[in-house]
Nanobody, 113 residues
């Protein structure tokens, strides 16, 4: 049974940083596209960043503007999202997605002073 478990969310002040992690079990990370999405109440889930499994191309949502970096550690079956320069509008539940099919349970990120 393939499972994704996110961690690393929390409360941070504007301008601060967080590093989200997503550990994949029951499958091999390199076999799939892997990405991060986020959602706030009443708003459709939006893509934050992803890594293409074939060529390693990384994609970022237009709102990221160079603040976030996605990376993966294949040996640990883990993908990370380093988020710097956080803004209050980045407050959301962040979800890890594998192969456009499997989802993690989400981790809350709150940016507030």
């Amino acid at each position: 049974q393939l499972q994704l478990v996110e961690s690393g969310g929390g409360l941070v002040q504007p301008g601060g940083s967080l590093r989200l992690s997503c550990v994949v079990s029951g499958g091999t990370l390199d076999d799939y596209d892997i990405g991060w999405f986020r959602q706030t109440p009443g708003v459709e889930r939006e893509g934050v960043s992803c890594i293409n499994r074939v060529d390693g191309y990384t994609y970022y949502g237009s709102f990221v503007k160079g603040r976030f970096t996605i990376s993966k550690d294949s040996a640990k079956n883990t993908v990370h999202l380093q988020m710097n320069g956080l803004k209050p509008e980045d407050t959301a539940v962040y979800y890890c997605n594998l192969g456009d099919y499997w989802w993690g349970q989400g981790t809350q990120v709150t940016v507030s002073s």
